[in-house]
């Protein structure tokens, strides 16, 4: 377990890019992709900080948002929501549709 947060940022990148699609639709916005959505929420919990703090730490560390790929940053709002599409809906994966949290397995 890595002590930076770039060195956890560049690994929670990199296994996003391995797991789920770049965009959860052919239809979406592309103005951050859930591979960075998965790194800021990697990110949050190692910070341990709100969206809020997360999202100023993000305007004044530019090292971070070019770790990321990041042309603008995203509000506070936008993390939670991603948060709230890729923790609590599982994602966008087809292998995660058929998972059932009740049973701990896949349906």
Avoid: I
């Avoid at 890019?17 to 770049?22: N, S």
């Avoid at 100023?56 to 709230?84: N, Y």
Wanted: hydrophobic content about 35%.
């Amino acid at each position: 377990m890595s002590k930076s947060p770039l060195a956890v940022a560049r690994m929670a990148l990199e296994a996003a890019r391995g797991a789920v699609p770049a965009y959860s639709s052919k239809y979406s916005r592309r103005d951050f992709t859930q591979h960075q959505h998965f790194t800021l929420l990697s990110l949050h919990e190692f910070l341990e900080t709100d969206y809020r703090g997360l999202e100023q730490m993000l305007r004044e560390w530019a090292e971070l948002r070019d770790t990321l790929g990041l042309t603008k940053v995203p509000d506070h709002s936008t993390m939670q929501k991603a948060a709230e599409r890729l923790l609590n809906n599982r994602g966008s994966m087809p292998c995660w549709r058929g998972w059932s949290a009740r049973r701990g397995t896949a349906a």
